[in-house]
Nanobody, 115 residues
Framework: QVQLVESGGGLVQPGGSLRLSCAAS????????MGWYRQTPGKQRRLVAT???????NYADSVKGRFTISRDNAKNTVYLQMNSLKPEDTDVYYC?????????WGQGSQVTVSA
């Protein structure tokens, strides 16, 4: 059973930083793209950032220059470093990975940016 387990969400003041982590475990043969998405209740899930197995990254315009996605292939883990956080970054963040040619999702992490 392959699963993704997220950690690192929480409450932070505007201008602060958070780091999300997402570790894959189970019977893993291959992991291709990994990424982070966000979702507001009642709305569609939308892309934050993705990273290929070779390290090529892609970001939503709203987070460019503030967020950094990275991965540790030896640990089957993807990270999202979020700096200069704004109240509008508040959402539930989900990690995603293509593992053994199947798309998997993490459980979701609440990120709240508020004074």
């Amino acid at each position: 059973q392959v699963q993704l387990v997220e950690s690192g969400g929480g409450l932070v003041q505007p201008g602060g930083s958070l780091r999300l982590s997402c570790a894959a475990s189970g019977n893993i043969f291959s992991i291709y793209n990994m990424g982070w998405y966000r979702q507001t209740p009642g709305k569609q899930r939308r892309l934050v950032a993705t990273i290929t197995s070779g390290g090529t990254t892609n970001y939503a315009d709203s987070v460019k220059g503030r967020f950094t996605i990275s991965r540790d292939n030896a640990k089957n883990t993807v990270y999202l470093q979020m700096n200069s956080l704004k109240p509008e970054d508040t959402d539930v963040y989900y990690c995603n990975a293509v593992i053994n040619n199947l798309s998997k999702w993490g459980q979701g992490s609440q990120v709240t940016v508020s004074a």
